[in-house]
């Protein structure tokens, strides 16, 4: 596809765009425009809105003129199905991944090194990943510190509660695949089933999509390399959904059309 090279070129750019990424300041302020809005992006990417986003794309997509209302059907559960086992995959395997890797945060990174004479994690990063198989003792750690009274990096209220949540590894970034995946697999598919007067929305998806992952970066709750491995990871499961669509739309779906088209035919003719 040719949106694939331009996509993971405008993720790498978080290494060099300036201040976005955590790691070479000056960054953007954390009680600023810029960070409250990359708070609302990142909060329409969460994982409890990604399969709603996946839905309303299905939907868009089985709502295209000149098929059939039997058709329809078929679609939307083909592609839902396809998409909900491929997220639920994905969910199984963030956890292992992110585990195996063990790459801090950016943010907890921050905690543990600032300021340089009374670090504010109070630990070193390696003790805040050892409190135990729970996140629950993390975040209790993170409550302890990210407290209204809280003024080492100063920030927005909800984006210091927000920071608070930040209890697991960063690498890769789950923000980042679901964001690509469903932006992906929505122009995959709408670049074989979709008028192009219908593309506009597809498009409108990518850069909403690559905005949630600038966001990540922005925030500091990921690093450039988190959010280009998150993404690329999320470009090829819609490959992958994209290419399993497209075999079960052809082998289940667009011989019985054709079929009753033929019918229909018939009767016409008689």
């Known amino acids: 596809m040719v949106y694939i090279i331009p996509a993971l070129a405008l993720l790498a750019l978080t290494f060099v765009m300036p201040r976005v990424n955590p790691y070479r300041p000056p960054l953007f302020d954390l009680d600023g425009p810029i960070a409250i809005f990359a708070y609302y992006l990142t909060l329409s990417g969460a994982g409890n809105i990604a399969p709603l986003t996946a839905t309303l794309i299905v939907l868009f997509l089985v709502a295209r003129p000149g098929i059939s209302f039997v058709r329809r059907i078929k679609e939307f559960v083909i592609l839902w199905l396809i998409v909900f086992v491929i997220m639920q995959g994905w969910t199984f395997a963030e956890v292992r991944l992110k585990n195996m890797f063990q790459q801090p945060r950016p943010v907890i990174v921050g905690l543990a090194t600032e300021p340089a004479a009374a670090p504010s994690l109070q630990m070193t990063l390696e003790d805040f990943y050892k409190l135990g198989e729970n996140p629950n003792e993390r975040r209790a750690q993170l409550a302890k510190i990210l407290t209204p009274e809280f003024k080492t990096i100063p920030m927005d209220e909800r984006i210091r509660v927000h920071w608070a949540g930040m209890t697991d590894y960063g690498f890769p970034s789950g923000h980042s695949?679901?964001?690509?995946?469903?932006?992906?697999?929505?122009?995959?598919?709408g670049l074989s089933y979709l008028s192009v007067r219908r593309m506009w929305l597809p498009h409108l998806v990518l850069v909403w999509s690559l905005l949630i992952c600038y966001s990540r970066p922005t925030l500091r709750e990921h690093s450039p390399t988190q959010v280009l491995a998150g993404g690329t990871i999320g470009i090829c499961l819609a490959l992958i959904a994209f290419m399993v669509a497209r075999l079960l739309i052809?082998?289940?779906?667009?011989?019985?059309?054709?079929r009753s088209q033929a019918t229909r035919l018939q009767h016409s003719a008689t």
């Open 250 to 258: 052809a082998r289940f779906v667009e011989p019985a059309e054709s």
């Open 177 to 189: 695949v679901g964001a690509m995946m469903n932006a992906m697999f929505f122009l995959a598919m």
